[in-house]
């Protein structure tokens, strides 16, 4: 018995350490990472080479279910309230409304494909329904991609609140599956559910957010405890709303978001202690979802399920996208990259295991098929998605270059806070700006010594820079101390000239030869970017005006434009084009006519 | 278009001084004017009249100061290398040393925009300018910006 449970701690912890190895493997070529994490999972299963019995469902289901809430709490942590804010109704369209377009679309495909009855056809639309937060994430990160705020959050906010939808429309289809004949469930009923669900899940997660600040602001512990504090609660919350019958996803999520964003004790070292719970969460979620598969029995769905995997990445989530999206203020090509992120993930294998664990006639088809769909879906989506965004020019170069910025955690609460900085040796500071005032080291370490700040003379590149600054200083000192911004693409990008945005649209008509429209006479070129752009404007925004682009260069922390760029027929002056192959070309060149197009519709 | 349409070695210069940038674009601008045969007090107002809607130093040391002009039958261009950088309210707030100067034709169309997105593109390439700022010769410098493409190999 004892040997069996040393052997059993062997197996398990050495596939995790392994599975993060891979990680390495997984950067340096780029594949998306929670992939090989599923591929070590298949790999020690039962077809493979450790040929591991697992075939669990329940167990399965269970792990998943506390990894995916700590993930749900975490990610709503690190989500901040102002992106929360910029992105909200356009996530929650998707996470609502795009989630039923999108089950309904691959439900019919399904139906109409495959011939299963309507119900079982559903819940297939409704298991690969909602996009995986953490593949996308980390994809983005990984190929360094910055895409602007609003699109940033857009999606981040969609991934993150999109799985309650789809965990709720999955149990609610397989028990109207599983129902006996005669109980009657009739459409105002799943309604009001879904109400309740909602409702709950929102209450009780708003709530439960403000007793987990309190507990963790209140109870004086150990420091080491709060971490243990702060994921118990949020576990403890999951099971309680989940047996109230609200929806424990939204609830973790909700109150994630309220506690990550008011101050918090011990707030860093609380982070970076998620940053591991969600990464362990990750791993072991694949891990046993991938235990838990039997490639062997693959062979049968597989045609199907690829079928479905493209009907899902070029129909369904294209058409889910763009019918709500098109109500907001996005361009034709963020809409076309938020089409392409829709990368499914764990949450539609947690889900395929719902109607097993019912017992639905056909489950562990539609569990193979959904696997299939997911590796796909990571596979087509996770590789090109670098390219993607290079490609459709929704990439943002980063506002400044690499900082290595260390908050230090200070025991008790004040309005002031430390950071450390290394400078960089291309930093303003570096090259000999002076530091202002209000961002004058107290300490430096050099050289492996310690030295108080008017001992230490000039400061020099490589220098650790101790800081007491007001919170929120951060931005401006990071300006200071960090590398330059990597600016290859940045004409591309902002465009050849400045001008100021007060400059008249009428001279720069007259300049670059563009007609101006009845009433223009006295507009400027920041008002005429911001009648174009309805939401917040946001650096990188632009406008056509016939041959030329107005774009944002600078915005200030209001977004009222402080600097205007002038691209002179940027598409004609793209030094490389990123994909070669002709009709690609060829639709490239369609949508920039057709963005021409619209530009001179405006006029 | 290619640079040598825009430029004539005449109007090549290496070693230019200027203290300010607003001497610069007169003197830079009454040297083309009185090659092209305009008039240079037309000249500098254009270029000044451009220059007040923003600036026309695009960053990392590069100007690209442009104009329409009445009277003008082509696009005409003038690349000056400064003997030492001046201020000129640039993008990214460094002094200037290479300028690149075009006055256009008042009816240049879509030509104009090609003109200068072709000047813009050629002194993007930060090699590019460093071999400019290298070299003390106007023939010298004149090669360079006319062929580029064997230059940059």
């Known amino acids: 018995m004892i040997d069996a449970i040393n052997i059993g701690i062997l197996v398990v912890s050495l596939l995790i350490v392994i599975a993060v190895f891979t990680s390495l493997f997984s950067s340096r070529f780029g594949a998306p990472l929670l992939l090989v994490f599923l591929g070590v999972g298949l790999l020690a299963g039962e077809d493979g080479l450790l040929g591991i019995q697992f075939d669990n469902a329940a167990t399965a289901y269970f792990i998943g279910s506390i990894a995916l809430a700590l993930i749900l709490f975490d990610s709503g942590f690190e989500t901040k309230l102002a992106s929360f804010k910029i992105a909200a109704t356009p996530a929650i369209t998707l996470a609502t409304a795009g989630v039923l377009l999108t089950t309904g679309i691959m439900g019919a495909a399904v139906h109409y494909l495959f011939d299963l009855p309507w119900l079982l056809a559903l819940l297939c639309g409704a298991i690969v329904s909602s996009t995986d937060a953490a593949a996308v994430f980390f994809l983005l990160r990984l190929g360094g991609i910055h895409l602007r705020d609003r699109m940033q959050s857009t999606i981040e906010v969609e991934s993150g609140s999109n799985d309650p939808m789809a965990i709720f429309l999955t149990v609610m289809l397989v028990e109207l599956i599983a129902a006996p004949a005669g109980e009657a469930h009739t459409a105002w009923s799943f309604v009001q559910i879904l109400f309740q669900q909602i409702g709950f899940g929102i209450a009780l997660g708003v709530g439960g957010g403000l007793v987990i600040v309190e507990l963790v602001n209140r109870v004086k512990l150990d420091a080491a405890l709060y971490p243990i504090v702060l994921l118990g609660s949020a576990l403890a919350l999951f099971g309680l709303v989940g047996t109230l019958g609200g929806s424990a996803f939204l609830a973790v999520y909700v109150a994630g978001l309220y506690a990550g964003n ?292 600078q915005v200030d922390e209001r977004h009222r434009i402080t600097e205007v760029g002038l691209s002179l027929d940027a598409d004609d002056l793209s030094p490389k084009p990123i994909v070669k192959d002709g009709l690609l070309d060829r639709l490239k060149a369609n949508l920039t006519a057709r963005r021409k197009q619209r530009g001179s519709e405006d006029k | 278009m290619e640079i040598e349409d825009l430029l004539n070695p005449d109007n090549v210069l290496a070693g230019f001084r200027a203290s300010s940038k607003k001497q610069a674009l007169q003197a830079l601008s009454r040297h083309l004017a009185e090659k092209v045969g305009v008039d240079c007090r037309d000249a500098f107002d254009g270029l000044m009249e451009r220059e007040r809607l923003g600036s026309t130093g695009v960053g990392h040391g590069v100007a690209i100061p442009h104009a329409r002009l009445k009277g003008l039958d082509r696009i005409v261009g003038l690349f000056a290398q400064l003997a030492e950088p001046i201020p000129f309210d640039s993008v990214d707030d460094q002094p200037v040393d290479l300028i690149f100067m075009l006055l256009v034709p008042e009816e240049a169309g879509a030509d104009h925009l090609k003109a200068l997105a072709k000047v813009s593109r050629l002194l993007r390439d930060d090699r590019m300018c460093e071999k400019l700022r290298a070299t003390h010769k106007a023939p010298a410098l004149f090669a360079m910006l006319s062929q580029p493409a064997s230059n940059a190999a």
């Open chain 1, 262 to 553: 008011v101050p918090l004790r011990n707030a860093g070292s609380l982070r970076r202690f998620q940053r591991v719970t969600t990464w362990l969460a990750q791993i072991g979620m694949f891990l046993t979802l991938g235990l838990l598969a039997t490639p062997s029995e693959f062979g049968v769905v597989l045609i199907p399920a690829l079928v479905l995997t493209i009907i899902l990445i070029f129909v369904a989530r294209p058409v889910a996208v763009w019918s709500c999206m098109w109500f907001f203020d996005f361009s034709r090509a963020d809409i076309t990259f938020m089409s392409w992120v829709g990368l499914r993930g764990a949450v539609s294998i947690l889900l395929a295991i719902v109607p097993l664990l019912a017992g639905i006639e056909g489950a562990q088809m539609v569990f193979n098929a959904t696997f299939i769909v997911v590796m796909a879906s990571l596979a087509i989506q996770g590789w090109s998605i670098g390219p993607v965004a290079r490609w459709l020019k929704v990439t943002v170069p980063p506002r400044e270059g690499p900082v290595e910025r260390i908050d230090l955690p200070l025991p008790v609460e004040t309005d002031q806070e430390i950071l450390v900085y290394k400078v960089h040796p291309q930093s303003r500071v570096a090259k000999g700006e002076t530091i202002p005032r209000w961002a004058m080291p107290s300490l430096i370490l050099r050289d492996r010594q310690l030295l108080q700040s008017h001992m230490a003379g000039n400061i020099k590149a490589g220098d650790h820079l101790y800081v007491v600054t007001a919170p929120g200083r951060a931005g401006l000192l990071d300006q200071l101390f960090a590398g330059p911004a990597a600016d290859d693409h940045d004409r591309d990008l902002f465009g050849d000239f400045i001008l100021s945005p007060e400059a008249l649209l009428a001279d720069v008509a007259r300049l670059y030869g563009f007609p101006l429209k009845k009433g223009d006479e006295e507009m400027t070129v920041a008002g005429a970017i911001k009648r174009e752009h309805h939401g917040l404007l946001e650096r990188a925004d632009r406008v056509a005006y016939g041959p030329v682009d107005l774009i944002v260069r």
